[in-house]
């Protein structure tokens, strides 16, 4: 096993470390948030850094990079207080990815790859249309980390959109029958099998599979 110390991994190549230090968290979730500007311009990027913070309220984290350069999602997310999170699937995931590179303000991102902005329930933002499962927030909290300057944005979910088909009767959402898609690093996109679901966890009871879903 190759082993590096704190020392190594700061005298590593900046796109090798970037690489290999976003590689830690294992998998992560692909998701595209749509935003528009006060304008009107419509704004659509990938990110893997969204989290579950709690469910009543429904709460839902997620980290962007320092606001050194212009972050027109971020800024959209400010200025309007409202956006959306779509989940990407096999079907979108190239199209998901092209949303990284760096266009214009100007320039919708929507337009350019060929995903389709769709407006549901007379929420501001626009969704995915191509999206098996999205929802819509609104921004509760905004706070910038000292450590690195990135920024943490928490938003409320104000509403839900999911394929019946994938809705269990207990609540859990089978998101792999959605073809949703992983991320790991920054450029690895995966498809998932479940192994299982498993009963809740009591002390001095043996682990059972779940037989629901």
Request: no cysteine; hydrophobic share 35%.
């Amino acid at each position: 096993m190759k082993y590096f110390s704190s020392d190594d991994i700061k005298t590593l190549d900046e796109r090798y470390r970037a690489l290999m230090i976003n590689s830690l968290s294992g998998f992560k979730s692909a998701n595209l948030i749509g935003t528009v500007d006060e304008t009107g311009q419509e704004n659509l990027s990938i990110v893997s850094s969204v989290f579950h913070l709690g469910a009543n309220p429904a709460l839902v984290g997620v980290i962007f990079r320092p606001h050194s350069v212009p972050r027109h999602t971020l800024e959209n997310i400010l200025a309007t207080e409202k956006y959306t999170i779509n989940q990407v699937n096999v079907q979108i995931y190239m199209a998901a990815h092209q949303t990284s590179a760096r266009y214009e303000k100007h320039q919708s991102e929507f337009e350019e790859t060929g995903l389709t902005a769709e407006y549901l329930h007379a929420f501001p933002a626009p969704f995915v249309k191509e999206s098996r499962l999205k929802y819509g927030l609104k921004l509760k909290d905004h706070q910038t980390i000292k450590l690195n300057d990135t920024e943490l944005v928490i938003g409320e979910i104000e509403s839900l959109h999911v394929e019946e088909s994938a809705l269990l009767e207990d609540g859990y959402i089978d998101i792999e029958a959605l073809d949703s898609i992983a991320i790991s690093s920054l450029d690895g996109y995966h498809s998932t099998k479940r192994i299982n679901r498993l009963e809740y966890a009591k002390p001095n009871k043996p682990t059972r599979i779940k037989l629901l879903g």
